[in-house]
């Protein structure tokens, strides 16, 4: 079955970085786009980054465009997200999530929470 | 990037119908048909319910259904249960390749 289990979450300072981690299982994650989904504590979802399945495309929101970076190594089933200058509107449970074969979300993981402060 | 519009809640009785909206522009919602809907329970991650506008993943009840008219897709949920009550998101794919999530709307089942 499908796993996805993301690490690297903690308590920032404004200002410093992080790297987030998502270990991916259950599927063939070489042929796979992979996203990075935040929810800030009592809000909605907000759509991070995408990175297509070889790395060769990436898309980010505007929000964290030019902070935040999307990668992935294949050879670990690893997905990262590297995030700079954080800021305090940055708090939020982060979700590791996969495509299906149509641009579409079908399985996210059970998130990391990061808080900048 | 604005996020597309959903209502902020709906309600209805147990075994009554529902409808929630999800409007966008004509650059997500009215552009593709990668509309998709997901359900969230209270400290748990989203869950697909469906995709392509229309489709449910296996094991997901036939209760729910999706649909689209132009820039505005629509999640109807029938014979309402105790346990549908959640947070409904809708998301589409962009014209630049992104995706968009709705404002999210959170269902009370009386």
């Known amino acids: 079955q499908v796993q996805l289990v993301e690490s690297g979450g903690g308590v920032v300072q404004p200002g410093r970085s992080l790297r987030l981690s998502c270990a991916a299982s259950?599927?063939?994650?070489?042929?796979?786009?992979m996203h990075w989904v935040r929810q800030a504590p009592g809000k909605g979802l907000e759509w991070v980054a995408v990175?297509?399945?070889?790395?060769?495309?990436?898309y980010y929101a505007d929000s964290v465009k030019g902070r935040f970076t999307i990668s992935r190594d294949n050879s670990k089933n690893t997905l990262y997200l590297q995030m700079n200058s954080l800021r305090g509107e940055d708090t939020a449970v982060y979700y590791c999530?996969?495509?299906?074969?149509?641009?579409?979300?079908?399985?996210w993981g059970q998130g990391t929470l990061v808080t900048v402060s | 990037q604005s996020a597309l519009t959903q209502p902020a809640s709906v309600s209805g009785s147990p075994g009554q119908s529902i409808t929630i909206s999800c409007t966008g522009t004509?650059?997500?919602?009215?552009?593709?048909?990668?509309v998709s809907w997901y359900q969230q329970h209270p400290g748990k991650a989203p869950k697909l319910m469906i995709y392509?506008?229309?489709n449910r993943p296996s094991g997901v009840s036939n209760r729910f259904s999706g649909s689209k008219s132009g820039n505005t897709a629509s999640l109807t949920i029938s014979g309402l249960q105790a346990e549908d009550e959640a947070d409904y998101y809708c998301?589409?794919?962009?014209?630049?390749?992104?995706?968009?999530f709705g404002t999210g709307t959170k269902v009370t089942v009386l």
């Open positions: 004509s650059s997500d919602v009215g552009a593709y048909n990668y």
């Open positions: 998301t589409s794919y962009t014209s630049s390749s992104t995706r968009v």
């Open positions: 990175i297509s399945y070889d790395g060769s495309d990436k």
């Open positions: 392509d506008v229309s």
């Open positions: 259950g599927f063939t994650f070489s042929r796979t786009g």
């Open positions: 999530a996969k495509d299906r074969t149509s641009p579409t979300i079908d399985y």
